[in-house]
């Protein structure tokens, strides 16, 4: 029965669902952690809490300062309901953020759609998926006095959704009730913490950059703008009203956490210092290792050469940002990854612009600020990706692929090299994609592919890349598959994989290519031998290699005992018979035959329909190659089976427990993890 996805199968409300539970059981652990740090002044030493009013809805004086009336409210509740129990401020630090993922994928999914991009669903739900997951999250959702991050992201988001809605009903009853609803989720926002005063300019660049495919050139762009302007206009007042409500916090209380006198910096060394932060928190998304609950950061006091390094990577985002838009405004095609890409790297800088822009804050960088700007990332990431695979995809398919095996001695390297030499002279483009074994004790490879094959590295037509095996059971590289499609994309019309050579494990390669060569050396083996080698049911065309001189008697008694063998074994394409060949790759004897039949193979399964069917089934191979690849990273990584795996493995080696004992027990470690 043919798979399906989760969003063909339940739809993507349905995959949502799925990465809801998957995010309530990454942070289930968190649920029984105490209280740490801040919570303590927010929480536990929190007497506001118990107070008989403190249940209450703020005044608006009280939305717009710096008191964050609405999270404190919420804290109220939690408390009134289990006292000082942690388990109940985590459980709702979950649900908050279980509802901002909700709301990213509400808020994205018609952001793309309205950019005219044709996956618009499927890419809203990876990026939320990656929102929900990340472990850059993981300070503001299992931190319970970082709640305000959490809910004034989910109403930030809620906010835009609804302001995107009144402004495609902009001047009718629809548009003016969607707008209030935008409105009073931002004061909601700005009541749980103030992060949401950039919800204006948020909203102000999505208008404009993320146009409709129909709306291009200056007129529209000036009237999106100017009805950006127009909606949010009372906000942007109500926003300079917080402004100085919070400045005149700063001055009357110096210790609050942020302001002019709450730190040694200037507000121009705070920028400068807030430069090099955003690439910290940008490394810190791309690789999460190093994440730290209370980080020190060393501050900037002038523009050095780290200074002046970050600055310039910021200008150049923000120039890639124009760069896009501009393409997509002057395009007359509809270029909605463009478009979406910019917004994403924008909505990245106005969303931190509070905490990481000219106001000093006395902790320079902490992660739970990225929780909502860490959107803009996820979003330009995966539109770039998007656009990138399925402009590859239709690049690829056309190359003839050859998957090239056989043991130590066979004498591969030399063997390719005279195979795609005879390819170039031939008119053809040759990429060669060689996996060298990687030392079980050491971790390294020799690669010395092109070294070997000094000859065909000089040619213009050839391409040579090495990898290590790195411990892939299969013979090949894990990332080989993609390295083929690339080369296919850059206009190689042949790509021969040579695998390490080890004997019966070696059959991955053969689930990757449409041939699969198995060269052998001259008196390899018997008949009886050659059945029971289960690498060569799976070989389409057998070479023996080195028939010359005096091994050419017998390499030829090699091939005849082969192809007697042959005969006994299924093929594997019912169009195919399998052929064994000779031919010396150090004279260049029978290598144009080797060609012949590699093109006769392509000819004959393209004619059947074997080759699309045997390529589509591959796919679907590759992905759960995948899954299974990443679970097992998942299992080699998990902190709950890390604990348990040495002592496991002395007691295995001592005898105490049995194999099979121990491998469940370190799955249930993962399992409760």
């Known amino acids: 029965m043919k798979r399906l996805s989760l969003a063909t199968r339940f739809g993507p409300w349905g995959a949502l669902a799925v990465?809801?539970?998957?995010?309530?059981?990454?942070?289930?652990?968190?649920?029984?952690?105490?209280?740490?740090?801040?919570?303590?002044?927010?929480?536990?030493?929190?007497?506001?809490?118990?107070?008989?009013?403190a249940i209450r809805p703020p005044s608006l004086a009280e939305m717009l300062g710096p008191s964050r009336p609405v999270t404190e409210v919420t804290f109220a509740i939690d408390y009134r309901a289990a006292g000082l129990d942690p388990a109940r401020f985590h459980a709702?630090?979950?649900?908050?953020?279980?509802?901002?993922?909700?709301?990213?994928?509400?808020?994205?999914?018609?952001?793309?759609?309205?950019?005219?991009?044709?996956?618009?669903?499927?890419?809203?739900?990876?990026?939320?998926?990656?929102?929900?997951?990340?472990p850059i999250q993981a300070e503001a959702v299992a931190y319970a006095?970082?709640?305000?991050?959490?809910?004034?992201?989910?109403?930030?988001?809620?906010?835009?959704?609804?302001?995107?809605?009144?402004?495609?009903?902009?001047?009718?009853?629809?548009?003016?009730?969607?707008?209030?609803?935008?409105?009073?989720?931002?004061?909601v926002a700005m009541g749980a913490k103030t992060i949401?005063?950039?919800?204006?300019?948020?909203?102000?660049?999505?208008?404009?950059?993320?146009a409709p495919a129909t709306e291009r050139g200056a007129a529209p762009l000036r009237r999106r703008a100017l009805r950006a302007l127009a909606l949010v206009a009372p906000l942007l007042a109500l926003g300079a009203w917080s402004a100085s409500l919070h400045f005149r916090s700063f001055?009357?209380?110096?210790?609050?956490?942020?302001?002019?006198?709450?730190?040694?910096?200037?507000?121009?060394?705070?920028?400068?210092?807030?430069?090099?932060?955003?690439?910290?928190?940008?490394?810190?998304?791309?690789?999460?290792?190093?994440?730290?609950?209370?980080?020190?950061?060393?501050?900037?006091?002038?523009?050095?050469?780290?200074?002046?390094?970050?600055?310039a990577g910021v200008v150049a985002l923000l120039a890639l940002a124009a760069l896009l838009w501009a393409r997509a405004e002057r395009s007359p095609d509809p270029r909605p990854a463009e478009r979406v890409a910019a917004f994403g790297i924008l909505f990245w800088f106005v969303a931190l612009s509070p905490t990481s822009s000219f106001v000093p804050v006395t902790d320079l960088a902490v992660e739970h600020r990225v929780y909502l700007a860490s959107l803009g990332p996820f979003l330009a990431a995966t539109v770039g990706a998007d656009a990138l695979l399925h402009r590859l995809l239709p690049s690829t398919g056309a190359a003839t692929r050859v998957g090239i095996s056989g043991a130590p001695g066979a004498g591969k390297s030399t063997f390719i090299e005279a195979l795609g030499t005879h390819v170039c002279d031939g008119g053809h483009r040759v990429a060669v994609l060689a996996v060298d074994p990687s030392s079980r004790r050491s971790g390294g490879s020799i690669l010395g592919d092109k070294t070997r094959m000094e000859r065909l590295a000089r040619r213009p037509e050839a391409f040579?890349?090495?990898?290590?095996?790195?411990?892939?059971?299969?013979?090949?590289?894990?990332?080989?598959?993609?390295?083929?499609?690339?080369?296919?994309?850059?206009?190689?019309?042949?790509?021969?994989?040579?695998?390490?050579?080890?004997?019966?494990?070696?059959?991955?390669?053969?689930?990757?290519?449409?041939?699969?060569?198995?060269?052998l050396a001259p008196a390899a083996g018997d008949e009886l031998q050659g059945v029971k080698r289960g690498v060569v049911e799976l070989a389409e065309l057998l070479v023996v290699n080195k028939a010359d001189g005096d091994l050419l008697p017998a390499a030829r008694r090699t091939a005849a005992d082969y192809a007697s063998a042959l005969r006994l074994l299924r093929p594997r394409a019912a169009a195919w018979s399998p052929q064994v060949l000779t031919c010396s790759a150090l004279t260049g004897h029978g290598v144009p035959e080797v060609w012949n039949a590699i093109e006769a193979h392509r000819a004959v399964l393209a004619g059947s329909g074997e080759l699309e069917?045997?390529?589509?089934?591959?796919?679907?191979?590759?992905?759960?190659?995948?899954?299974?690849?990443?679970?097992?990273?998942?299992?080699?990584?998990?902190?709950?089976?890390?604990?348990?795996?040495?002592?496991?493995?002395?007691?295995?080696?001592?005898?105490?427990?049995?194999?099979?004992?121990?491998?469940?027990?370190?799955?249930r470690a993962f399992r409760s993890g």
């Open 251 to 311: 001055a009357e209380n110096p210790g609050g956490g942020a302001g002019f006198s709450e730190t040694p910096l200037s507000a121009g060394a705070y920028f400068l210092t807030q430069l090099r932060v955003h690439w910290l928190y940008l490394r810190l998304l791309a690789w999460p290792r190093g994440l730290a609950f209370d980080r020190f950061f060393e501050p900037s006091l002038g523009p050095d050469g780290a200074v002046l390094a970050a600055g």
């Open 145 to 187: 006095a970082q709640r305000s991050e959490v809910l004034a992201s989910l109403l930030y988001l809620l906010a835009l959704a609804l302001l995107d809605r009144a402004a495609a009903g902009w001047g009718t009853w629809r548009g003016a009730a969607t707008w209030a609803g935008g409105a009073i989720a931002w004061l």
């Open 613 to 667: 069917a045997r390529r589509a089934a591959q796919a679907t191979e590759w992905m759960w190659s995948e899954v299974t690849e990443g679970l097992l990273d998942e299992l080699r990584h998990d902190s709950h089976v890390a604990r348990e795996v040495r002592r496991l493995e002395k007691a295995v080696a001592a005898g105490s427990l049995s194999a099979t004992e121990a491998a469940q027990r370190l799955l």
């Open 19 to 53: 990465l809801l539970a998957a995010a309530a059981v990454a942070y289930g652990p968190a649920l029984a952690g105490p209280f740490v740090l801040d919570d303590w002044g927010s929480i536990q030493a929190n007497m506001r809490l118990r107070q008989p009013d």
């Open 464 to 519: 040579i890349r090495p990898s290590p095996s790195s411990g892939s059971l299969g013979g090949v590289a894990r990332r080989t598959r993609e390295a083929l499609l690339v080369c296919e994309a850059a206009g190689f019309d042949v790509v021969l994989v040579e695998t390490v050579g080890v004997g019966q494990s070696e059959m991955t390669v053969a689930g990757m290519v449409d041939l699969f060569l198995l060269l």
């Open 196 to 210: 949401a005063i950039s919800v204006p300019g948020a909203f102000v660049v999505d208008q404009v950059v993320v």
């Open 92 to 134: 709702v630090g979950l649900a908050l953020h279980l509802a901002a993922v909700v709301l990213a994928f509400a808020f994205l999914a018609p952001l793309l759609r309205r950019a005219g991009h044709p996956r618009p669903r499927g890419v809203a739900l990876v990026v939320a998926g990656i929102f929900a997951l990340h």
